[in-house]
């Protein structure tokens, strides 16, 4: 069936370089994507959002790009910190439903 | 910050008991969830809740799963006779505005189900 999914299990990363976290999609219904950041023990977290509208999102330090022809969404987190180091999220909502689909998570390691 | 708190954090069961894990929403959200991740893998939709009744379910929230909100500020999941491949971290999440898109979900911490 259609679901969201990730390249990338696992990135490690040095502390101040950037980290690209990759999100295939294959529903081409889906409208509103959503990236969350989950630490241990805690749950999902919100960090950006960007409707199909738009092809990039900016917030702090992070920015959402959306490629709606290949259906390929990506996070990108600037000068990436030890706090960053958690697992991350894309979700997917179709048509103004109240479900979020979730993908499989990448993890993310920020090496000092 | 206004949080989701979820109680207990952790839960364990025998197969065939019931359990209900209790949330407590952001005071002025009209919008309620539960979401679980079975160890490993994929955070996955159960239900939405709103003015009083269920507004969406997935194909996992079967007859055996209901949940209540039975006053002002509670919310709860109910599972009338757990099996074992409940055994999920299970997380409330609530939003103030028109569902997902109103505003961000807010998650609770979740509460570990084990069932044994």
């Known amino acids: 069936g259609e679901s969201v999914g990730l390249h990338l299990p696992t990135l490690s990363v040095q502390e101040g370089d950037n980290s690209i976290i990759n999100c295939a999609y294959s529903?081409?219904?889906?409208?509103?994507f959503i990236w969350y950041k989950q630490e241990s023990g805690k749950g999902p977290q919100f960090i950006i959002d960007?409707?199909?509208?738009?092809d990039k999102r900016q917030g702090q330090r992070v920015t959402v790009l959306l490629n709606k022809t290949v259906k390929h969404l990506s996070l990108q987190i600037a000068a990436t910190q030890p706090g960053d180091s958690a697992v991350y999220f894309c979700?997917?909502?179709?048509?103004?439903?109240?479900?979020?689909?979730f993908g499989g998570g990448t993890r993310l390691m920020v090496k000092p | 910050e206004p949080e989701v708190t979820q109680t207990p954090s952790h839960q364990v069961t025998q197969m065939g008991q019931e359990v209900i894990l209790r949330c407590v929403p952001i005071?002025?959200?009209?919008?309620f969830y539960w979401y679980r991740q079975i160890l490993g893998q994929k955070v996955e939709f159960l239900v939405s809740?709103?003015?009083?009744?269920?507004?969406?379910k997935s194909e996992i929230f079967d007859d055996q799963f209901s949940v209540e909100r039975p006053d002002g500020s509670n919310f709860t999941l109910k599972i009338r006779s757990t099996k074992l491949e409940d055994s999920a971290m299970y997380f409330c999440?609530?939003?103030?505005?028109?569902?997902?898109?109103?505003?961000?979900?807010?998650f609770g911490n979740g509460t570990r189900l084990t069932v044994t």
């Open positions: 999440a609530s939003s103030p505005g028109t569902g997902v898109r109103g505003t961000p979900l807010h």
């Open positions: 529903n081409s219904a889906s409208d509103y």
């Open positions: 960007i409707r199909s509208n738009m």
């Open positions: 979700a997917e909502n179709i048509n103004g439903g109240n479900m979020l689909t």
């Open positions: 005071s002025n959200h009209l919008y």
């Open positions: 809740f709103y003015n009083n009744e269920i507004s969406e």
